[in-house]
């Protein structure tokens, strides 16, 4: 079944570490999106791709890396988390074209103690 | 810069009840418009897709309304029920995804 997939689900680090959330799609989407969501409050695009080896920063400036090498793939990385990183972190990915919606991931909860 | 806005920010109603959503956006030169629902601590499902050429979308109790050259989007839940409690997002899409605050729903027995 095509779908998009985040791991891991929760994750609780201490400050200082590195770490990375994973982002899959099995669906061939060339484009996709990192958002991060702070508890109640709204989403907002931190990172997107439209293809392999193109990556571009978001609306909202983020402490984060990405990287594109696989279509399917998209990571997002953080060499030294922080407190203030605490947050939801959502994947999705979209048809190239605009007459398709977007599909998002299950996300990923961050609490960086 | 496109800036998307949904009014209310909550509700609460009885079971049965229609309900009417709103959203509205400052840029109509959108692709399309997308419809979310969010369960609290979860991803995003997506509801109803809406193209700019299009008035509206229908999908069982749900049905959503675009009126792009006045920046509106309606989101109409009929015989509403418990289960519809979530925040519903609204998202504009030009070119990237921009997405309102979201209405709080619930619904009680």
């Known amino acids: 079944e095509a779908d998009i997939y985040q791991t891991p689900r929760y994750l609780v680090i201490g400050t200082g570490k590195k770490i990375t959330l994973e982002c899959s799609q099995t669906m061939g989407h060339d484009k996709m999106y990192w958002y991060q969501q702070d508890p109640g409050m709204e989403l907002h695009l931190i990172h997107y791709s439209y293809g392999v080896n193109s990556t571009e920063k978001g609306d909202l400036s983020s402490e984060s890396t990405v990287s594109r090498i696989r279509t399917e793939h998209f990571p997002l990385t953080l060499e030294s988390a922080r407190p203030s990183h605490t947050s939801q972190y959502l994947c999705?990915?979209?048809?190239?074209?605009?007459?398709?919606?977007?599909?998002f991931g299950s996300g990923t909860r961050l609490t960086v103690v | 810069k496109q800036e998307v806005t949904q009014i209310p920010a909550a509700l609460s109603v009885p079971e049965g009840e229609n309900l009417v959503l709103n959203c509205s956006f400052t840029d109509s030169a959108i692709y399309n418009l997308q419809w979310f629902r969010q369960d609290p601590g979860k991803g995003l499902t997506s509801l109803l897709l809406i193209q700019s050429s299009q008035r509206e979308q229908t999908s069982g109790r749900l049905n959503a309304s675009l009126d792009k050259s006045s920046g509106r989007s309606t989101l109409y839940i009929a015989a509403s029920q418990p289960g519809d409690s979530a925040t519903y997002l609204c998202a504009a899409n030009t070119d990237k995804l921009i997405f309102g605050t979201g209405t709080r729903l619930q619904v009680f027995p």
């Open positions: 999705a990915s979209s048809v190239d074209g605009s007459n398709y919606g977007y599909t």
